[in-house]
Nanobody, 125 residues
């Protein structure tokens, strides 16, 4: 299954915001889960956020006060809104999509093996 391609990354200063996107036009009906993962060199992969077909979301504790995920009204696009970015948020960000229920915990996204092309987020202090 081809995974969505993430876009919208860039370089910002600490305190700035970015919104990442990926196309999810296949996932507009039925049971599905969409998620975001990030990976910085030298660090373990980290599940960041996920959302299911009902709009129910789960966001990692490390970013829950700053990041939100949502699907566009037409459900063609998945978003990750990132506010008050910090240098530790610098990483490659990936989105993921699959049919069925979401994992029980967003942290479990790190164990998934199929991810699409990511987008780089760099935050300077």
């Amino acid at each position: 299954q081809v995974q969505p391609v993430a876009s919208g990354g860039g370089s910002v200063q600490a305190g700035g915001s970015l919104r990442l996107n990926c196309t999810t036009s296949q996932y507009t009906d039925g049971y599905y889960c969409l998620g975001w993962l990030r990976h910085a060199p030298g660090n373990a992969r980290e599940g960041v956020a996920m959302i299911d077909q009902s709009g129910s979301t789960q966001v990692a504790e490390s970013v829950k006060d700053r990041f939100t995920t949502s699907q566009a009204n037409d459900k063609n696009t998945l978003y990750l809104q990132m506010n008050n970015l910090q240098p530790e948020d610098s990483a490659m960000y990936y989105c993921w999509a699959d049919w069925g229920h979401c994992p029980s915990d967003v942290a479990l996204l790190q164990y998934l093996t199929a991810w699409g092309q990511g987008t780089q987020v760099s935050v300077s202090s």
